[in-house]
């Protein structure tokens, strides 16, 4: 059975670092691209970053480019975002995702404040 279980949210300050992780179980996680998305309150989902299943390829939304970096360990089954120079439109539930044989898997999602 698949699990994603997202760690590392919490409050911040404006232009402080936070880094997610997000434990995987249940696949064979060095196959699958992993990806981040975050939804902020009265918005639409969006897709933050993508990691290809060997780490080699990434890609990110512009609002974070050059901001966050997304890696993995895939000897942990362990997916992270480093988020810095966090800004307070960044405040979101960030969670985990993974697309597997046409289903889609979600962890449950971590909260990002980004507030003085």
């Known amino acids: 059975q698949v699990q994603l279980v997202e760690s590392g949210g919490g409050l911040v300050q404006p232009g402080g670092s936070l880094r997610l992780s997000c434990a995987a179980s249940?696949?064979?996680?060095?196959?699958?691209?992993m990806n981040w998305y975050r939804q902020a309150p009265g918005k639409e989902r969006e897709l933050v970053a993508i990691?290809?299943?060997?780490?080699?390829?990434?890609n990110y939304a512009d609002s974070v480019k050059g901001r966050f970096t997304i890696s993995r360990d895939n000897a942990k089954n362990t997916v992270y975002l480093q988020m810095n120079s966090l800004h307070p439109e960044d405040t979101a539930v960030y969670s985990c995702?993974?697309?597997?044989?046409?289903?889609?898997?979600w962890g449950p999602g971590t909260l990002v404040t980004v507030s003085s």
């Open positions: 249940g696949f064979t996680f060095s196959v699958d691209a």
């Open positions: 995702h993974t697309r597997r044989r046409g289903m889609d898997y």
């Open positions: 990691i290809s299943g060997d780490g080699a390829g990434t």
